[in-house]
């Protein structure tokens, strides 16, 4: 897809001063993004920059492995010492420092961790290994999740004994659900994600328009994103507490149904721990009693729940958008990219990451 016409600077600048003019007579405006590559575009863009002073961008929990608790990174990486066991993870868990230790310290210490960009990539392994016990941990938004149930019906359809699945997968919308629901935090609409919407469809975001909350699904262009908050700005002004398509090439009305079948015969929904937030109810998956001899949870032990943030780390504030990374007072000095204290810091997609590199 040729993506120039969504790089359009006279319509960019169009579309700002649009934003400009509807957002003129409006109190403080409080837009959050849910999504980590929104966070990154924002900041890559410097879109804070160029919004008029009464509307304010603050990044959510967009972040899938900073919000994964920190016993559950303990737990893999004490998994990846044991003999004949090989830890299997995507490539941005490895830094992410748990409760007591990260992967990246568990593999120097001779721990056995494969990075995938894929879970399918556990097949081959295990068939290959058959004495090795292979433990996939499965993190991810909405997005990733279709691709882990899917190998998870391939490990059973193969018959692949020496598989597991330590799964930590979180759930947007009762996320959303919960933010909304927080008085503290002061939110006026979302930016929606674009990846998880593919997926979900405009109709799974209903909790924000029975809690009165307007949201637009937004692609992650320059223009898509100033169309989301000028869209956005407009249903604030008029009142109106609507869900909006605004990645309509990409998002059908229907998401993907397929993706969301192989998700529900796989998993089903639980109350989840997010690191730094606390219990959302709903917001996590664990894999149905049929597939239990494939839960890693019940094959090595259980994994304790813990919301803590290390030392003086500010993640769990700056996750809820209570305050920006640069307010944390470990930011760019003890927490740097280099040597960072807290997750939102490791991530590609993490708040504190982007605002290091781009600036608040």
């Not at 649009?18 to 890559?44: D, F, N, S």
């Not at 941990?137 to 330590?166: D, H, Q």
């Not at 969301?260 to 606390?278: K, L, S, T, Y």
Request: charged share 20%; net charge neutral.
């Amino acid at each position: 897809m040729d993506l120039t016409p969504f790089r359009d600077g006279a319509l960019a600048r169009k579309l700002l001063e649009r934003i400009r003019r509807t957002a003129a007579p409006l109190a403080g405006v409080k837009i959050m993004e849910v999504c980590g590559t929104h966070t990154m575009e924002i900041g890559r863009l410097r879109l804070r920059s160029l919004l008029p002073a009464n509307v304010k961008l603050v990044s959510g929990p967009g972040c899938p492995i900073c919000v994964t608790p920190g016993p559950v990174i303990d737990a893999a990486a004490e998994l990846s010492m044991r003999e004949n066991l090989c830890l299997l993870t995507f490539g941005d868990m490895v830094r992410v420092p748990g409760d007591r230790v990260s992967l990246q310290q568990a593999r120097a210490r001779g721990g056995s961790i494969e990075v995938l960009t894929s879970p399918a990539g556990m097949l081959p392994l295990a068939a290959a290994h058959p004495q090795v016990e292979h433990v996939f941990v499965a993190v991810g938004f909405e997005t990733t999740i279709p691709a882990v149930a899917r190998t998870v019906l391939e490990v059973r359809e193969r018959r692949l004994e020496n598989c597991s699945f330590l799964v930590a997968h979180r759930l947007v919308p009762p996320a959303l659900d919960a933010l909304i629901a927080d008085p503290r935090l002061g939110i006026s609409g979302f930016l929606l994600p674009g990846h998880v919407s593919a997926v979900l469809g405009p109709a799974a975001y209903g909790c924000l328009e029975q809690r009165g909350m307007p949201g637009v699904i937004t692609g992650f262009e320059p223009l898509d994103i100033l169309l989301g908050v000028s869209t956005l700005l407009d249903l604030i002004a008029e009142g109106r507490a609507e869900v909006v398509n605004g990645y309509s090439r990409v998002v059908g009305r229907e998401g993907n149904p397929r993706a969301r079948q192989v998700i529900e015969r796989v998993f089903q929904p639980v109350d989840a721990v997010w690191r730094g937030i606390g219990v959302i109810p709903g917001s996590g998956l664990a894999l149905r009693e049929e597939f239990a001899s494939l839960d890693a949870e019940r094959r090595f032990g259980q994994v304790p729940a813990s919301t803590e943030m290390p030392g003086a780390c500010s993640c769990g504030e700056v996750l809820r958008g209570l305050v920006a990374p640069a307010e944390c007072p470990l930011f760019g000095r003890e927490c740097t990219p280099d040597s960072p204290v807290g997750p939102c810091m490791v991530s590609a997609e993490g708040s504190c990451a982007a605002h290091y590199k781009y600036g608040g």
